[in-house]
């Protein structure tokens, strides 16, 4: 079984949610990532275009603790008491205006009250807003800091899924381990209840006519036998089971793609011990086996 204590690389979920603020005297980031079961690492960041030159590290930040996984990312930024717009004046393109102004007005004597600042001020693009300079540096400073408490929070979330996923695998393979056991206690009856129902069928068609061949029996009991032999699958099948219960225990991080490759073998074993065996009793526990590993694969799919 598990261990009460945590330890710093375990079985993870791949499921999550996780949120991280960091917040100043002019901004409030928050950053939230959220992720489901995915065969690889599949991360997608939704945050402002003006802040894009932060995605990558972003994205790198994440990546150092989650392996696998559909993960999404979201960034807010909320300012206050500062604003995050300038305002531009294009000083050289005014000219340019005053200039034409002036010149229209010479030429064609209009009447007015000459060139005002209003006037100037209307002229397109003279004054314009635009994004204020970002210090990039910083900003990506303070983005990481957010993503590193997501990523922290969400991790957190994940090792508890995923001590409840260890918990409920270790409880289906103990029974599995039962399962394989009773198999295998069952199996050295096939031969003796095979020759008994051949030697009785024997019997039953001579009649009385012939001495029933024991030799005969002996040797066609032995045949059966060995094609029903289920020795090599049971003897696979319990180091898989062992396997999987140290994958449990394992410090190894993304250890689910192990598992789940694990899980393809031992099925593989249990159908192949419910086409050899031909015995009603082991093939009615195989199927229950079936069962339980299916129930595992379920699990596995949510493991990192």
């Known amino acids: 079984m598990l261990s009460g204590k945590k330890r ?15 917040t100043d005297s002019q901004k409030t980031i928050t950053v939230e990532i959220r992720a489901v ?5 599949d991360i997608f960041v939704k945050m402002p275009r003006r802040y ?4 990558e590290k972003i ?4 990546k150092k603790k989650l392996a696998r996984g559909k993960i999404e990312i979201g960034v807010s930024i909320d300012t206050f008491g500062t604003t995050d717009t300038d305002i531009r004046l294009d000083k050289a393109l005014a000219g340019k205006y005053y200039n034409a102004l002036s010149e229209l007005n010479d030429n064609f004597e209009l009447s007015s009250d000459g060139i005002t600042l209003s006037l100037l001020a209307k002229m397109p693009d003279v ?14 400073r303070c983005l990481i800091e957010a993503t590193v408490k997501a990523v922290d929070d969400i991790c957190r979330m994940r090792e508890v899924e995923g001590e409840k996923l260890a918990a409920d695998i270790a409880m289906r393979s103990d029974i599995i381990s039962d399962i394989r056991s009773a198999i295998e206690e069952r199996a050295p009856m096939i031969e003796r209840e095979y020759a008994a129902k051949l030697k009785a069928r024997i019997e039953e068609l001579l009649d009385g006519i012939a001495e029933v061949p024991e030799e005969r029996i002996a040797l066609e009991a ?32 993304a ?12 099925n593989r074993e249990a159908n192949t011990i419910g086409s050899k065996s031909n015995d009603k009793e082991i093939t009615s ?13 379920e699990q596995v799919q949510n493991i990192e």
């Open 37 to 41: 079961n995915h065969r690889y690492c």
């Open 59 to 62: 994205k790198a930040e994440v």
């Open 255 to 266: 250890i689910g793609k192990k598992m789940d490759f694990l899980i393809q073998e031992m």
């Open 52 to 55: 894009s030159f932060a995605e």
């Open 222 to 253: 032995a045949v059966f036998a060995d094609k029903a032999n289920i020795t090599e699958e049971l003897v696979r099948l319990q180091s898989h089971i062992d396997q999987l219960r140290s994958f449990l225990k394992t410090e190894e991080n």
């Open 285 to 297: 526990r195989m199927l229950d086996l079936k069962a339980e590993i299916e129930k595992i694969r």
């Open 127 to 140: 004054i314009k807003n635009a994004p204020a300079e970002e210090d990039e540096a910083e900003m990506e």
């Open 8 to 22: 710093h690389n375990m079985i993870k979920s791949m499921t999550g949610f996780g949120r991280g603020q960091y």
